[in-house]
């Protein structure tokens, strides 16, 4: 059975750091695009960052040069190292991933809040 379990959220000031972790179980990250994306109340979820199969990352506009995504593959976990945090940045943080081939597959964890506030 495949789980994917976010860990790493809480409570921060603005300006400061918070890194999450996405851990998986029965699926190997390597071979999966694996993306972080947020929502907060009210709004749409949005895509943060992305890491693809080969290693390429990319990051949306809001939270480039702030946010950095990186995959462990000895640890089989893929990190989203958040700095300069933002109040804007509060939200429900949710790892996912997908892939097309073989088999078309989408796994989502169950999400970890983030809140900035001071």
């Known amino acids: 059975q495949v789980q994917v379990v976010e860990s790493g959220g809480g409570l921060v000031q603005p300006g400061g750091s918070l890194r999450l972790s996405c851990a998986a179980s029965?699926?190997?990250?390597?071979?999966?695009?694996v993306s972080w994306y947020r929502q907060a109340p009210g709004k749409e979820r949005e895509l943060v960052a992305r890491?693809?199969?080969?290693?390429?990352?990319n990051a949306a506009d809001s939270v480039k040069g702030r946010f950095t995504i990186s995959r462990d593959d000895a640890k089989n976990t893929v990190d989203l190292q958040m700095d300069s945090l933002k109040p804007e940045d509060t939200a429900v943080y949710y790892c996912?991933?997908?892939?097309?081939?073989?088999?078309?597959?989408?796994?989502w964890g169950q999400g970890t809040q983030v809140t900035v506030s001071s």
């Open positions: 029965g699926l190997t990250f390597s071979t999966y695009t």
């Open positions: 996912n991933a997908g892939r097309q081939f073989p088999i078309p597959r989408d796994y």
């Open positions: 890491i693809r199969l080969g290693g390429a990352t």
